[in-house]
């Protein structure tokens, strides 16, 4: 079975652009997260949708938005990028909500 | 407020040498708990989770972890460790009133050859 997939792999933007980051989750999987991960820290919970539904927000600004399709795959949209969007952006797929099954990553370099 | 300490960030044993990574999470009521791995190159992913029942829990690769409920924590252990367990390892709770889940800093593992 494919795994999670996130596309692009890389992205170098502009400060004060905007960006949106794609991911399909596992077949069969209804729920769909996004972390942000900065270099040596763990990754932080920006969002969860489930059955294309907000389940749950993390402490990130209103510039971050993001819906879920019915097929279930998902965006990220970051508006007015700020250099400290600089990070690698993870997405995960889950079954039950809880076993999160992640995605390679989208590397994000705002300049 | 709800979160997750790895007092580790790096942890440097020789092949063979028994591996023990802390994870301690704050009070906060029912919580689901995960070890996470990530070896280089490659995404993250799981190692062993605990949701109920037996306290000690069973992942991959040999890896286990305990639940101590009255210390709060979710320490990672394995007897003997190899080069190939060279990684970052990630623990994770999600507490029941919460839909997220937070994640530690991470624990760098290098393993000596």
């Known amino acids: 079975d494919a795994g999670v997939t996130q596309s692009p792999t890389h992205l170098i933007k502009t400060r004060g652009q905007h960006v949106t980051l794609r991911c399909s989750p596992i077949s069969g999987h209804k729920s769909v997260s996004w972390y942000q991960q900065v270099l040596g820290q763990g990754p932080q919970f920006i969002f969860q949708y489930y059955e294309k539904e907000e389940r749950g927000r993390g402490n990130f600004p209103d510039r971050f938005s993001a819906r879920q399709f019915p097929n279930y795959s998902s965006e990220l949209n970051v508006n007015a990028l700020l250099l400290g969007d600089s990070a690698l952006y993870l997405c995960?797929?889950?079954?039950?909500?809880?076993?999160?099954?992640f995605g390679p990553g989208t590397r994000l370099t705002v300049l | 407020a709800q979160s997750v300490s790895q007092h580790n960030h790096h942890v440097i044993l020789s092949e063979a040498a028994s591996l023990e990574l802390g994870c301690n999470y704050s009070y906060g009521g029912t919580v689901n708990l995960f070890w996470y791995v990530q070896y280089p190159g490659q995404h993250l992913q799981l190692l062993l989770k605990?949701?109920?029942?037996?306290?000690l829990v069973k992942g991959i690769k040999g890896f286990e972890a305990e639940f101590i409920k009255s210390k709060f924590s979710f320490n990672l252990r394995k007897p003997s460790v190899q080069w190939s367990d060279t990684a970052e390892y990630f623990c994770?709770?999600?507490?029941?009133?919460?839909?997220?889940?937070?994640f530690g800093s991470g624990t760098r593992l290098s393993i000596r050859p």
């Open positions: 605990y949701f109920s029942g037996d306290p």
């Open positions: 994770a709770v999600r507490y029941s009133s919460a839909s997220k889940i937070i």
């Open positions: 995960a797929s889950s079954l039950d909500g809880d076993t999160q099954y």
